[in-house]
T-cell receptor, first 115, second 115 residues
Framework: DGGITQSPKYLFRKEGQNVTLSCEQN?????MYWYRQDPGQGLRLIYY???????QKGDIAEGYSVSREKKESFPLTVTSAQKNPTAFYLC??????????????FGSGTQLSVL | AQSVSQHNHHVILSEAASLELGCNYS??????LFWYVQYPGQHLQLLLK??????LVKGIKGFEAEFIKSKFSFNLRKPSVQWSDTAEYFC?????????????FGSGTRLQVQP
């Protein structure tokens, strides 16, 4: 089945530790996105990539880093500089140019908690 | 920066009641508008979208939304809700011509339908 796979489902981070969240898609989509979901705040954009080997900061990029070395993969690293990392992280992808292709497909998410 | 406001954070309705969820956006340019839904335990999925043309758009499961440009609004409606409509609903927007395809989401509205 085509889709977006996020792993792990649950992740725990110790103080001062970097952790990496995985996102893989087999939809052959060009664009991929990372959002953070907090209760009462909706989804906030962390980073996005519209093509391989290129990515842009979103609205809350501080304390996060990404890479896009392969079309199907867009891992997110939560660094020790992110002081409030506890949240639900959603990865998404979309295909093509033009407004008719702006449909995002979402993964099932990773819940990150601080120990 | 563009922003999306959803003023109803938590709505409780009885089955067969009518639903209207408010969504306002802040940007004055040409926008694409979306409603996404997150059912309990499921992925976020697209409910409906507006790109151009008829300002009244129909989506899945009997939902519709009306784009009112003069009010910067894109309210979601359903004439008669069902218990299965219990979910969290997110309005989202992206602005054409900026090069940024990522969506900006509102804070979400949690709908609880009582049988």
């Amino acid at each position: 089945d085509g889709g977006i796979t996020q792993s792990p489902k649950y992740l725990f981070r110790k103080e001062g530790q970097n952790v990496t969240l995985s996102c893989e898609q087999n939809l052959n989509h060009d664009a991929m996105y990372w959002y953070r979901q907090d209760p009462g705040q909706g989804l906030r954009l962390i980073y996005y990539s519209q093509i391989v080997n290129d990515f842009q900061k979103g609205d809350i990029a501080e304390g996060y880093s990404v890479s896009r070395e392969k079309k199907e993969s867009f891992p997110l690293t939560v660094t020790s500089a992110q002081k409030n990392p506890t949240a639900f992280y959603l990865c998404a992808s979309s295909q093509g140019d033009g407004p008719t292709n702006e449909k995002l497909f979402f993964g099932s998410g990773t819940q990150l908690s601080v120990l | 920066a563009q922003s999306v406001s959803q003023h109803n954070h938590h709505v409780i309705l009885s089955e067969a009641a009518s639903l209207e969820l408010g969504c306002n956006y802040s940007y004055g340019g040409t926008v694409n508008l979306f409603w996404y839904v997150q059912y309990p335990g499921q992925h976020l999925q697209l409910l409906l979208k507006y790109f151009s043309g008829d300002p009244l758009v129909k989506g899945i499961k009997g939902f519709e939304a009306e784009f009112i440009k003069s009010k910067f609004s894109f309210n979601l409606r359903k004439p008669s809700v069902q218990w299965s409509d219990t979910a969290e609903y997110f309005c989202a927007v992206n602005v054409r011509g900026t090069g940024r395809r990522a969506l900006t989401f509102g804070s979400g509205t949690r709908l609880q339908v009582q049988p």
